[in-house]
């Protein structure tokens, strides 16, 4: 139904549906009572209720569905890995194939921004208490909405020249175009949200001096530590971790410089975006290795086949053992699961896309901290320091979007608790 394009860095690899088309993938819906596809979705997007707006034909109506339950919803359009979940519980499933749920919420959100809706309004009257967001990832974004749209006033603290997180820096364009992102920010921003950017909370400024000024804090920091694995040469320039690499390449607009060869290490879905960035960025030869089977690998099949259709090659069970250099990169060296192979490969970058871990939480405040380094939060998104709740990639450890989203919904319902009890005493 959607076609698959081979352009360029910026450009989206799937068209999005007409209004024709998504009128006839909505007419598919069995218009269930008990809606498994809502019941699957973990930010509670609810597509029953927008598929159904759609099929009527009231797409201001699906758009504010959308918005209302994920103020990320054009973002999560393209990114949310649908077959996993709200797609795999359609029960068209048992017929012949599941509605195409993802591109029927991209199909309505283009059309709020085509159209020009304002479906989402803060209330004029605003609370006394004020609220900071550290990070501007998903899980800081729909916090902050939540917040503002029951009549806080938010101020998000990025330590990047541009809101997103994640969306604006770790994710390929031809996956999520940076205008998709921008209108996602912009809806929260015309919620009285306020950003300010370039402000990294521990070193431009101080949680003291935010506990001072809010009544309380969301700490949605992203997962940008790079991961490397412990092998000999990985010291060598050239060699980079996913999140550096990514952000790069964004930061670029397109303008980087991968290198001629291109080895990119992981089978998950931020291997797949290095790889396809690194080809549409010009390198002539772009190879994913990975240490088990395609079977196992995380990254979603349309990823693998968009990888595919770009001449990149995916090799498996092959595990990295060192990287060869003097000055800098010039081969790698893998050995085979069974034990006894071997491969060594010419390479001018690579790309270890295994990973990412989260900065040392405990030099912001004396967080409770897990083995990995990730925030320890209660039930109610809060911490052990008390006024400061956690969420997304900084607690989960780096899942999904639509996850952080929910991370986010859930932790600022809590701050509203607790927001009501300290005005009550």
């Known amino acids: 139904m959607s076609k698959v394009n081979k352009s360029t860095y910026v450009s989206e690899a799937v068209d999005g549906l007409t209004p024709r088309t998504a009128m006839e993938e909505a007419s598919r819906c069995l218009l269930c009572y008990d809606a498994p596809c809502s019941k699957s979705c973990p930010a509670g997007t609810d597509p029953a209720k927008f598929i159904r707006s759609i099929r009527f034909r009231n797409v201001k109506g699906a758009a504010e569905t959308i918005r209302e339950n994920n103020v990320l919803g054009g973002s999560c359009a393209r990114v949310c890995p649908y077959d996993r979940l709200c797609e795999e519980a359609c029960s068209r499933c048992g017929i012949d194939r599941p509605i195409e749920i993802g591109k029927l919420q991209r199909f309505a959100v283009e059309q709020e921004e085509a159209l020009k809706m304002n479906v989402l309004k803060a209330p004029e009257t605003k609370k006394d208490a004020k609220v900071a967001c550290v990070g501007s990832g998903p899980a800081s974004l729909?916090?902050?909405?939540?917040?503002?749209l029951e009549g806080y006033e938010v101020t998000i603290y990025e330590a990047e020249?541009?809101?997103?997180g994640v969306l604006s820096y770790g994710i390929a364009p031809s996956r999520l175009p940076q205008h998709v992102v921008d209108h996602d920010i912009e809806t929260v921003k015309n919620l009285g949200v306020k950003f300010v950017f370039n402000t990294k909370v521990g070193k431009d400024i101080t949680m003291e001096a935010?506990?001072?000024?809010?009544?309380?804090?969301?700490?949605?920091?992203g997962l940008w530590q790079e991961k490397l694995p412990d092998i000999p040469g990985v010291q060598l320039p050239g060699v980079m971790a996913a999140a550096d690499f990514l952000k790069k390449a964004r930061k670029s607009g397109g303008t980087y410089n991968p290198g001629r060869r291109v080895i990119v290490i992981g089978g998950?879905?931020?291997?797949?975006?290095?790889?396809?960035s690194a080809?549409?960025?010009?390198?002539?030869?772009?190879?994913?290795?990975?240490?088990?089977?395609?079977?196992?690998?995380?990254a979603d099949m349309a990823e693998f086949q968009y990888v595919l259709s770009l001449g990149i090659s995916i090799t498996t069970n092959f595990a990295p053992a060192q990287v060869i250099g003097t000055e800098k990169v010039e081969a790698m060296r893998f050995k085979g699961r069974d034990g006894e192979s071997e491969a060594k490969v010419a390479v001018d970058t690579i790309v270890f896309a295994i990973g990412q871990g989260a900065e040392d939480m405990g030099e912001l405040?004396?967080?409770t901290l897990n083995e990995k380094g990730l925030i320890v939060v209660d039930e109610g998104c809060k911490t052990n320091v008390d006024g400061i709740f956690a969420g997304g990639d900084v607690v989960l450890g780096g899942k999904t979007v639509v996850e952080a989203v929910a991370s986010g919904k859930a932790a600022a319902a809590e701050m509203m608790n607790y927001l009501a009890k300290k005005e009550v005493i």
């Open 268 to 276: 998950g879905n931020v291997a797949m975006d290095c790889a396809v």
């Open 210 to 221: 935010l506990q001072e000024e809010y009544a309380a804090i969301f700490i949605g920091a």
């Open 365 to 367: 405040a004396p967080f």
């Open 279 to 298: 080809k549409l960025l010009g390198a002539e030869k772009v190879d994913i290795y990975y240490r088990r089977t395609i079977e196992e690998a995380p």
């Open 161 to 164: 020249e541009k809101a997103g």
């Open 142 to 148: 729909a916090c902050a909405a939540k917040l503002a």
